[in-house]
């Protein structure tokens, strides 16, 4: 049986997910969707409608900007990146995930993994 992470909590953490995957350099909402799925390895999956309004939520924040880059079939896409802000929103948000697991597994009483 594969591990599967409850809706509420992956949902929580999709802002932190998507600056991750940014983190990683520009891409566009399909590819961002695709590569959280592979790294996901089934423990959850996101569709396209999932990242579209954090993208925009993120943008407003000035989290990350994008622009529309033409691609090699002649199509455009719009590409997002980090700003110098989400950068910092990522560290953060990474800080935050990794105290409450501490959190959690001193808690539990279970060792770390």
């Known amino acids: 049986m594969k591990d599967t992470l409850q809706k509420e909590l992956a949902g929580a953490s999709t802002a932190v997910v998507v600056l991750a995957v940014l983190g990683r350099g520009a891409n566009y909402g399909y590819e961002i969707v695709r590569q959280v799925n592979a790294e996901a390895d089934g423990a959850f ?14 943008e407003r924040q000035e989290l990350i900007k994008s622009d529309w880059r033409e691609v090699p079939s002649g199509r455009r896409r719009k590409y997002y ?13 990474t800080r935050q995930w990794e105290l409450f697991n501490r959190i959690v597994v001193r808690l539990s009483g279970a060792a770390h993994a």
């Not at 990146?81 to 948000?93: D, K, M, Q, S, V």
Request: proline content about 4%.
């Open 45 to 58: 999956t996101w569709q396209e409608g999932t990242v579209y309004p954090v993208l925009h939520k993120l």
């Open 81 to 93: 990146r980090l700003t110098a802000a989400g950068r910092a929103a990522l560290g953060e948000g």
